[in-house]
Nanobody
């Protein structure tokens, strides 16, 4: 069983920065994909970024502003978010899967509980 716990969400003004963390425990393998998704009220859960040994991927809407990184020493994946915009407001979830990376939430096996990010104009 894999457990994921997100932290680091909060409220910031537009142009500000936040760093989200996702700590994993249980059966997490070096080759697993770690992804970040977000869901705004009334909208579907959207892909934000993912990382695994073969590469790192970003949604077009966050390229150049967000950075995903991962440390294996403490089994944590981070999402550094700079130049935040009001449209980035959402609940942010981390997730993991085996195999290749994917931008589809249905492909991920385990999810955290989410952390709220609110960006004011």
């Amino acid at each position: 069983q894999v457990q994921l716990v997100e932290s680091g969400g909060g409220s910031v003004q537009a142009g500000g920065s936040l760093r989200l963390s996702c700590t994993t425990s249980g059966r997490t393998l070096f080759g697993d994909v770690m992804g970040w998704f977000r869901q705004a009220p009334g909208k579907e859960r959207d892909f934000v970024a993912s990382t695994y040994p073969r590469g790192t991927f970003y949604a077009d809407s966050v390229k150049g502003r967000f950075t995903i990184s991962r440390t294996y020493t403490n089994n944590t994946v981070y999402l550094r978010m700079n130049n935040l915009k009001p449209e980035d407001t959402a609940i942010y979830y981390c997730a993991t899967k085996g195999g290749s990376s994917s931008a589809f939430s249905k492909d991920y096996d385990y999810w955290g509980q989410g952390t709220q990010v609110t960006v004011s104009p």
